[in-house]
Antibody
Framework: EVQLLQSGAEVKKPGATVKISCKVS????????MHWVQQAPATGLEWMGL????????IYAEKFQGRVTITADTSTHTAYMELSSLKSEDTAVYYC????????????WGQGTLVTVSS | EIVMTQSPATLSVSPGERATLSCRAS??????LAWYQQKPGQAPRLLIY???FRATGIPARFSGSGSRTDFTLTISSLQSEDFAVYYC????????FGGGTKLEIK
């Protein structure tokens, strides 16, 4: 059974950085791209970017370019998403999800990590 | 960026009846469209990919149709567990989601 286990909820101050992990089991970690999706109250579901665990290639959405860093650790089958210069608008649930390609549907999704940005 | 528009925003249907949800793309996405179901406090769950292919384990009452810019998700006979929010997503040019349709009990 494929499982994606994300790290727990975070509370951050504006301007801070958050790093979320996503540990994978049940499939070969390097066979799929790992995507990250933000679900915020005002903007809904937005794709943030991806990493190819095979070669660490990344692609980022224009909206998050410069603030997001997505990495993968093949030794621990874990992907990470780091978002910097946090703003109140970044208060959201963040999901990891594997995809067969750089442009793909997502199945399954991690359980989500709530990040709250508040002073 | 391809904009995905879902309608209606809220759909009220009685259990046992058919529900029809729509998704429109601002430009052609061919058949590169997926549908997801999301319940409160849960992650989205893949229902349909390639516009009409059911994901593993998805009941036959869920069906997808359409191509290019107009797509439909049909739930043939609503069960209690089907009341949720549904999202479409295109993966033809970039990756964008619709705003969702909330399916509620009438």
């Amino acid at each position: 059974e494929v499982q994606l286990l994300q790290s727990g909820a975070e509370v951050k101050k504006p301007g801070a950085t958050v790093k979320i992990s996503c540990k994978v089991s049940g499939y070969n970690f390097t066979d799929y791209y790992m995507h990250w999706v933000q679900q915020a109250p005002a903007t809904g579901l937005e794709w943030m970017g991806l990493v190819d665990p095979q070669d660490d290639e990344t692609i980022y959405a224009e909206k998050f370019q410069g603030r997001v860093t997505i990495t993968a650790d093949t030794s621990t089958h874990t992907a990470y998403m780091e978002l910097s210069s946090l703003k109140s608008e970044d208060t959201a649930v963040y999901y990891c999800a594997p995809g067969l390609a750089t442009k793909s549907w997502f199945d399954p999704w991690g359980q989500g990590t709530l990040v709250t940005v508040s002073s | 960026e391809i904009v995905m528009t879902q309608s209606p925003a809220t759909l009220s249907v009685s259990p046992g009846e058919r529900a029809t949800l729509s998704c429109r793309a601002s430009q052609s996405v061919s058949s590169q469209l997926a549908w997801y179901q999301q319940k409160p406090g849960q992650a989205p769950r893949l229902l349909i990919y390639g516009a009409s292919f059911r994901a593993t384990g998805i009941p036959a009452r869920f069906s997808g149709s359409g191509s290019r810019t107009d797509f439909t998700l049909t739930i043939s006979s609503l069960q209690s567990e089907d009341f949720a929010v549904y999202y479409c997503q295109q993966y033809s040019n970039g990756l964008t989601f619709g705003g969702g349709t909330k399916l509620e009990i009438k």
